[in-house]
């Protein structure tokens, strides 16, 4: 094989990869109301009905430090921590069922979950 056959075989094989990942997206929709949870040490500390109403500011305190998660018009962030590097207050919003933010030095994690459904039926599975 030369050297374009393995370009060409690369690029087949990054598309169908890709098509399949975005499919994931586009094929699926969120059913039912979406809860905010928020874990601690993989403990939960706070979980709520998410809606777009919701208006809310935790401070979650834990052993290694705290983390306060504002709630506010269908956004969800951390606004202010105490860890050295910052990195979860830093432009990170969520709103949709499946995003999350972490804050590895105090073992936080923030999520919004809920059910995803599928958009394909089982007629044309």
């Not at 399949?20 to 949870?37: Q, V």
């Not at 969800?76 to 995003?99: L, M, N, P, Y």
Request: aromatic fraction near 10%; include cysteine.
């Amino acid at each position: 094989m030369k050297k374009w056959d393995y370009i060409i075989i690369g690029f087949a094989v990054l598309c169908l990869v890709g098509s399949i990942f975005l499919s994931g997206f586009i094929l699926t929709e969120t059913g039912g109301t979406p809860t905010l949870s928020i874990y601690s040490d993989h403990k939960i500390v706070y979980e709520k009905e998410f809606t777009s109403t919701l208006t809310d500011e935790i401070r979650v305190d834990s052993p290694w430090g705290y983390n306060v998660v504002t709630v506010a018009n269908g956004d969800v962030h951390i606004s202010e921590a105490d860890c050295q590097d910052k990195t979860c207050t830093k432009d990170w919003h969520i709103k949709r069922v499946g995003q999350y933010i972490f804050c590895l030095p105090h073992r936080l994690i923030v999520e919004v979950k809920g059910i995803a459904t599928s958009v394909v039926d089982d007629v044309s599975q």
